[in-house]
Structures are given as C-alpha cells and as structure tokens.
C-alpha cells in the first residue's frame, strides 16, 4: 500500500487539486497495485505550526511516502519514481514558489494487513482478483 501524506500550508490547495494529486499518485501504482492500495492524505498545517531550523515555514509542503505493498529495489527505478513524484507535484507546489521536499519509507510487506486481512502475494491469482475488484476479499493461502 502506498500511503502519500502532504503536508501543506492550510490553503495551498484546492479540493479540485487534491483530487488530480490523489489521481495521479494512482495512476503511478495502478498497472500493478489494486487502486484501492493507494491512500493519499492532505494534511493542513495552521501558520506558525510548522517550522523549519527554528522559523516558521509557511511557504513549504512536506511529502512523506509509505511503501508497503511493493518496495523498490533497483537504482533506475528509484530514479525514475522519484521524478514521477516530482513531475506530479511539481505543479502544484515548485510552480508556485512553494518549498518542498519528500521521502520514502518502506515497511516490510508482511507487517501489514488490510481489513484484518494479509494481502495475497503480488502476481498470484488472489492479488489479481483484488486487483480486477478493486477491493480485498476473504482468501485461503
């Protein structure tokens, strides 16, 4: 499961903004995630609630990326994600005049569960399933 958390000064962007942001982070996944894998939360910051070397920072945006579901382990594919994430931020936040950075964490795939469920095996018939439903479903391993 990819989880995306934006953090972002309260009105740096429009509900109609965060629905082509989450679109898009999607669209990145689809071709081997289940859509419904990919979660992608705003978070609105208050001025003077986020600081950056003891000032405020009311001009930045702060990407944090959870990777559970798949990790990437080749050097090129790094790469290349993290100009994908660039290319569907950028827009929206450096366009702007926004300061922004991000990470990716990845956390073990089998420390994770979705609806009390463990996740089938990525490629197996289950995983498809999910995939082509879009939505976990009771399995036996």
């Known amino acids: 499961m ?10 740096a962007f429009t509900n109609d903004e965060k629905s082509a942001i989450a679109e898009q982070a999607t ?6 995630l289940p859509r419904f894998y990919v979660n992608v939360m705003f978070v609105p ?11 405020p920072a009311s001009d930045f945006v ?7 579901a798949a990790q990437i382990t080749d050097a090129e ?14 827009p ?18 089998a420390l994770w569960t979705i609806q009390g469920l463990k ?13 082509s439903e879009n939505r976990p479903s009771p399995y036996s391993s």
């Open 2 to 11: 990819p989880l995306w958390k934006i953090y972002h000064p309260e009105d």
């Open 27 to 32: 669209v990145l996944y689809q071709s081997f």
């Open 45 to 55: 910051l208050p001025e003077s609630t986020f600081y950056i070397g003891g000032a």
């Open 62 to 68: 702060r990407v944090t990326i959870d990777h559970i």
């Open 77 to 90: 594919m790094q790469t290349a994600f993290l100009n994908a994430v660039a290319k569907i931020l950028s």
């Open 92 to 109: 929206y936040v450096a366009d702007r005049g926004l300061r922004w950075e991000m990470h990716i964490d990845e956390t073990p795939f």
């Open 119 to 131: 996740p089938p095996v990525p490629g197996t018939p289950t995983a498809k399933k999910w995939q």
